[in-house]
């Protein structure tokens, strides 16, 4: 698959569908309410951040592709580490939020845009 655009829509549908679904959670399990929240604003800021990293490789390939190398390209690691810090912070001082959730919600973005990937690139190949 090389339409980068198609994989981050697709995400972000999925993403939505999670995120309407924890708030349900969150209604209907309030025992469980610091839980879902962490894991709330950790799937957010995880969206947050492949949606950087996408304008962030667009950027990059409009540049390459009129010639015009850029002067600094970095990846942006420093943005992307700064907005899961500020959900940290923001999870646990403010809202007392767990922040084990938080990290998996951080973490099962990336997995899940690997995960559609491999089934978008292997949808039209039967082996």
Same mark, same amino acid.
């Given at each position: &698959?090389?339409?980068?655009?198609? $994989?981050?829509?697709?995400?972000?549908?999925?993403?939505? $569908?999670?995120?309407?679904?924890? =708030?349900?959670?969150?209604?209907?399990?309030?025992?469980? @309410?610091? &839980?879902?929240?962490?894991?709330?604003?950790?799937?957010?800021?995880? &969206? *947050?951040?492949?949606?950087? $990293?996408?304008?962030?490789?667009?950027? &990059?390939?409009?540049? *390459?592709?009129?010639?015009?190398?850029?002067?600094?390209?970095?990846?942006?690691?420093?943005?992307?580490? =700064?907005?899961?810090?500020?959900?940290? $912070? *923001?999870?646990?001082?403010?809202?007392?939020?767990?922040? @084990? @959730?938080?990290?998996?919600?951080? *973490?099962?973005?990336?997995?899940?845009?690997?995960?559609? @990937?491999?089934?978008?690139?292997?949808?039209?190949?039967?082996?």
């Amino acid at each position: &698959m090389n339409n980068l655009s198609t $994989l981050v829509k697709t995400v972000t549908r999925i993403f939505l $569908l999670v995120l309407s679904i924890s =708030c349900l959670a969150w209604a209907v399990l309030p025992q469980y @309410a610091d &839980m879902i929240g962490g894991l709330i604003v950790g799937v957010i800021a995880g &969206m *947050i951040n492949v949606s950087h $990293l996408s304008w962030r490789v667009h950027r &990059m390939t409009g540049s *390459i592709t009129n010639s015009q190398l850029p002067k600094k390209a970095p990846i942006g690691f420093f943005f992307r580490a =700064c907005v899961a810090l500020l959900a940290a $912070l *923001i999870a646990s001082k403010s809202l007392h939020l767990s922040l @084990a @959730a938080l990290s998996a919600g951080l *973490i099962v973005v990336p997995i899940v845009i690997l995960a559609v @990937a491999y089934f978008l690139n292997h949808r039209g190949n039967p082996a």
